[in-house]
Structure formats: structure tokens, C-alpha cells
């Protein structure tokens, strides 16, 4: 008797056994050892196939991290499925891998559902040459449009008015923060790649800042991870398709903008990052193997996008949600802004030499919020050395923020949010060596400048135009939701005029 007749299988079961069966074979082909060519880092035991699956919390890796840290030390390995990482916690430890062997740990770890999205292109997950180049290019058109100086400044003033008044148009009605400062962050990129600021209304514009909020949910579900840890499953029905197609779309609504561009493109009047890369590759058309085309085009922008919107617009809204929280420290602040700018003039970057406690409470909340507790995964160079360890080239490294940003040896009161951490006894601002919101060494934020700009000026003037209450009765939950960054729970502001 076949053994098919004998217990009934259908075509999910066959399917989840073969998959089994395929696991099994390249795990015994790989050998047994977990540790294989780190035997010398220290990590726990681990099991056949899964490694050390089963010790994390998925939906919240960093903090299955942050304890195996504990019992293993700064520098561990342990294994994701059929990949073996290596994990660093800690500011000393990710301090010496980031900064003070930055060429060593420059490259970008090639993880299966980042790599579907980007193929090695871009600026965030792009690698070797092309990353040098598109990262170069990008930085200099970011200076040449102003990031940093008073043209970019002058661009998000004016956006901050469009965001009061949208604030104003709820006449102080309870209203969800979430899609005004996403479009207000998304405006502001949009202004440099497109050259044009989009009504928070419009469709199109909509749908990108919705496409770019779901894929950063998707990207840090269960799901993905399981995917990253048996890419081979990829053909199965998952999470990581609906990222594909969410990119898919998105990068079709970036390639209308760049036909318009094309169409008329002036290179002696360009007004957009668009602009500059279209110029950059007909200077480049001769060269075969020139790295400046569609698709590092597309993916760079997309890049620009998800990172420039993100992640700036959920710091916005911890800070709100963190004033609500803690309405005496809101109103410290209220009065540093009477006191130093008024309530008639518009607040500007000269302003905050003068504000020592709003700007520790805006350096607070990216502290506390701990937008990218994973950061986004490094891998090695070369065959590197570091503290009396050895890690091969390309190896997969973890230089884990969230434990940077709340490292006890670092932080008075980690776990707490505390503005005093950037305060001296005098109550003058002080930096932290330990304040690495936008990681650090070669793959630090390309957009660092623009972010600490952004969040100052809309911060501060939301805080001179309204006072923030949660509803009678609310108690807020600072949980963060998780996803490939931590935002805040779904939660109504609402904000009285001062």
C-alpha cells in the first residue's frame, strides 16, 4: 500500500514536507555546527535548522537581543535559520565597529526581503561601487539644494504653516496627527526630489506616504523575518509579496514623475534631485559602465522617501504624544519659546543656541522613541578582526541602537524619559557621545542634517502655536507599535490654540 493512501496528504501538507525535507539536506550539507568559523564567539546553543529562532520574540527581535546580550556579552553570534550574525550591544562595542572601524563594517548585509526591493541599488541597501557613487552624488545635490543651510530652512518654515493650518482646520476637534505630519516630512522630500510640494489631499501624494507607512509595518512583522531566515520559501504566499507589490506600485508612481521630468528637463535651470541625475547620466552616457541609471534612479529615490518620511514624521509624533504625556514638560518648553522667540515670529535654526531645553527635549525623544532599534544590518568588507574575535568577510552584523540609546553605563535613567540626560547642572545643553538615533560611520542617515533641522523647526513651532492635551480620561500608552521602526500607537490629539 502506497504510503499516500495509507495517510491522506494534501497538497499543503506535501508542500510544507518537501520544504522540510529541502531544509533538512542544506543543513546537514552545511554541517551541524552552528558556529562553524566563529567558534570562537561566544551565543547559545542553538537548533538544527531553526538556530536560535526559537529564543527570539520576533515581533520584537531587539529586545530578545538586548537579554541574550546580558548572559553573552557586547559581541555574540547567533543564528537566524540557515544565517549566522553577529549581534553588538552596547555603545563601546558598536562605537568601535561603526566609527573606529568604520571601513571594516561598511558594507550592507544582503537580507533577502531588502534585497527583493532594492537588488543591491540605491542609497540604503545598495552595495560596493554603486552605493559609493549613488551615496556621493546624493549628498552633493542634497548640499547643492540647500540641506543644512537657510534654503532648506526657509522650505520647512513654509511647510510648518501649511501643517498649522491643517492643525487649525480640526477647530480643536480630536484628530489623528498621523497623516498631516507624514505628508508635512513627505513634503519636504518631495521639494528637493520633485521641486514641488504636494496638497495634503492629493491622491497620488497620498498613496505614496500610505505605500511607504505600510511597507515600514510589513517590513518588521514575523512573517519577514521567517522569510529572511529561509529566503528559499520565497515562492510560498507571504508578507514579503505584498511588500514587492506595495514597491512595485510605488516605483511606477516615481517613474510618472520621471518621465515629466524628462520631458522638460532644462540643464541650465535644474530644480530637482530628478533634475541632477538626469544631468549626471547624459554626461555619463558614453560610459558603459556608468552606474547612474533607472534603476539606482528609482530605487534612490524610493530610498530617499521611505527614510526621509518615516522615520522624521513618527519622531514628530512621539514628541507630540510625549508632551501630552508629560504636559510639565510641555510646559517648559512653551515658556522657553515665550521667552526666547515669542508668539508673533516665526521660529528659525538661530533660535536653538538659545533654547537648551527644547532642543535636549527634541535630542529626548529621539532618544527615548527609538525609531530603528535593529538599525539595518551591516556585513563585513574583508576578514576582519575585531575586539579578539575573527568575523569573515561578508558576514551579517547586528550594531544594535536600541542598546546604544538606552545603555545603562551611558544613560542616568534609560528606561525613562528624562530631558535632563542632555542638560548640564546649569541647564545648558550638552551633547552625548551615546545619542546615535542615526546610527554612525559609513552608513550613517545621509539625510542626519535635514532630519535635526525638520524636527526642530516643526516641533518648536506646533509648541508655540498650540498647547497639546490627550482626551479626558485617556490614559496614553507609550507601547510602541512595531514594525521596521517603532511608532506610536493610533492615539487623537488634541491641540488648543495658545
Known sequence: MALGSAFPLDAATLLILGALSLLLLLYFRRGSKCHGALNLLPGPPCLPIIGHLHLLDLKKPHESLMELSEQYGPVFTIQL???KVVVLTGYKAVKEALVDQADDFAERAKVPVLEMQANGY???????ESW?????????????????KKTIEDKITEEAKYLVQEIESHQDKPFDASVPFTSAMANIICSIVFGERFDYRDEVFLTITKLIRENFNLLGSSRVQMYNAFPFLGFLPGTHKKIFQNRTQMVQLILN???????TLNENDVGSL??????????????????FHDNNLVTSVTNLFAAGTDTSSSTLRWAILLMMKYPEIQRNVHEEINRVIGTEVAPGMVDRKGMPYTDAVIHEV???????????????????????????KGMQVIPLLSSVLHDKTQWETPNDFNPSHFLDAEGRFVKRDAFMPFSAGRRIC??????KMELFLFFTTLMQKFSFQALPGICLDLTPLVGLTLCPKPHLVCAALR
Open 274 to 291: 530628478i533634475d541632477a541625475f538626469l544631468v549626471k547620466r547624459e554626461e555619463e552616457s558614453n560610459n558603459l559602465d556608468s552606474y
Open 446 to 451: 545621509i539625510g542626519e542634517s535635514l532630519a
Open 122 to 128: 540605491g542609497i540604503s541597501f545598495g552595495h560596493g
Open 257 to 263: 514623475f520621471y518621465e515629466e521630468h524628462q520631458k
Open 366 to 392: 529621539q532618544r527615548f522613541a527609538n525609531i530603528l532599534p535593529m538599525n539595518i544590518p551591516h556585513a563585513t568588507t574583508k576578514d576582519t578582526h575585531f575586539r579578539e574575535f575573527f568575523i569573515p
Open 81 to 83: 535559520g540557515l544565517e
Open 132 to 148: 559609493k557613487q549613488m551615496r556621493r552624488f546624493t549628498l552633493m545635490t542634497l548640499r547643492n539644494f540647500g540641506m543644512g
